[in-house]
């Protein structure tokens, strides 16, 4: 995307015309840096620069914290959490759900690549905090959305359509919420992690796939916490939880199929 001289070259009637293109887009000025699986976004206003995680942690990362430290989710403890129902179109508490097999020990346990699921804010909190970082605030959440443009006006992260050159962006519901999902996508429920592409921050997973845990305090909904970036389950004349700026909240012990979470931490 960067890039700071270009040089096209092109033959007119036997000539050969050289034209150099000069970019000093903002974007220049802002290469990301990535380390350790996080890229830093600088501030803006009164949000100050911050690590984000490049992907929501996954099935195999939310292992590594359970083997280390023996937390127990809440969905574990509660013993049950929310599950949508393909065949009735319908959400239902079902019991025996977890991070592991968060549509039940008969649906086949979770991929390690893909999100983790069926946890909690509370969940999330307790590894973020593990790791050594925190969950990343809604404001943090969307300037990421925007690739660190304040000013961004596209509809989704990657751009202003579903899809590019043909192929799907980010994982959602095509067809007709609750319905028909047609997977034109090719995923039902979640995908690999990074499967979608990359925003322009080298960031993925920010539209689709999973919802997402901020820190936040609903604004709407007292008592609950803000969820970002919509889940495989949005359909876009429904939901549209994908595009920059979508929103969803839950409570802070809520464990759901489609809910998921990234880190952040202080630059
Ligand atoms: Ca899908």
Same mark, same amino acid.
């Given at each position: 995307? !960067?890039?700071?001289?270009?040089?096209?070259?092109?033959?007119?009637?036997?000539?050969?015309?050289?034209?150099? /293109?000069?970019?000093?887009?903002?974007?220049?000025?802002? $290469? %990301?840096?990535?380390?350790?699986?996080?890229?830093?976004?600088?501030?803006?206003?009164?949000?100050?620069?911050?690590?984000?995680?490049?992907?929501?942690? @996954?099935?195999?990362?939310?292992? #590594?914290?359970? $083997?280390? @430290?023996?937390?127990?989710?809440?969905?574990? #403890?509660?013993?049950?959490?929310?599950?949508?129902?393909?065949?009735?179109?319908?959400?239902?508490?079902?019991?025996?759900? @977890?991070?592991?097999?968060?549509?039940?020990?008969? /649906?086949?346990?979770? #991929? %390690?690549?893909?999100?983790?699921?069926?946890?909690?804010?509370?969940?999330?909190?307790?590894?973020?905090?593990?790791?050594?970082?925190?969950?990343? @605030?809604?404001?943090?959440?969307?300037?990421?959305? &925007?690739?660190?443009? %304040?000013?961004?006006? $596209?509809?989704?992260?990657?751009?202003?359509?579903?899809?590019?050159?043909?192929?799907? &962006?980010?994982?959602?519901?095509?067809?007709?919420?609750?319905?028909?999902?047609?997977?034109?996508?090719?995923?039902?429920?979640?995908?690999?992690?990074?499967?979608?592409?990359?925003?322009?921050?080298?960031?993925?997973?920010?539209?689709?796939?999973?919802?997402?845990?901020?820190?936040? =305090?609903? =604004?709407?909904?007292?008592?609950? &916490?803000?969820?970002?970036?919509?889940?495989?389950? !949005?359909?876009?004349?429904? !939901?549209?939880?994908?595009?920059?700026?979508?929103?969803?909240?839950?409570?802070?012990?809520?464990?759901?199929?489609?809910?998921?979470?990234?880190?952040?931490?202080?630059?």
């Amino acid at each position: 995307m !960067c890039s700071g001289v270009t040089i096209n070259m092109k033959h007119l009637s036997g000539f050969l015309s050289v034209i150099f /293109s000069v970019f000093l887009l903002a974007a220049c000025q802002n $290469k %990301p840096v990535e380390k350790d699986g996080m890229v830093l976004i600088n501030g803006h206003d009164d949000i100050k620069s911050y690590w984000l995680d490049v992907s929501p942690v @996954t099935v195999a990362q939310f292992d #590594k914290f359970v $083997k280390a @430290t023996g937390y127990q989710t809440e969905a574990e #403890k509660f013993g049950d959490g929310g599950v949508f129902d393909f065949n009735l179109g319908v959400w239902k508490l079902q019991k025996g759900v @977890t991070w592991q097999y968060p549509f039940g020990q008969d /649906s086949g346990a979770a #991929k %390690p690549d893909h999100p983790v699921t069926m946890v909690s804010w509370n969940d999330a909190v307790a590894y973020c905090k593990w790791a050594g970082k925190r969950l990343p @605030t809604s404001e943090e959440f969307i300037l990421a959305e &925007k690739n660190g443009h %304040p000013d961004y006006d $596209k509809t989704y992260t990657w751009g202003q359509d579903f899809k590019e050159n043909g192929v799907y &962006k980010a994982n959602f519901w095509q067809g007709s919420f609750p319905g028909k999902n047609t997977v034109d996508d090719g995923y039902l429920t979640t995908s690999p992690v990074g499967h979608f592409g990359k925003n322009e921050l080298g960031i993925s997973d920010l539209g689709g796939n999973v919802w997402q845990w901020c820190q936040d =305090d609903s =604004d709407e909904r007292q008592g609950e &916490k803000v969820q970002r970036g919509g889940s495989y389950l !949005c359909d876009p004349s429904v !939901c549209h939880g994908f595009k920059v700026g979508g929103i969803a909240s839950s409570s802070p012990e809520t464990s759901l199929v489609h809910v998921g979470f990234r880190a952040a931490r202080d630059e």
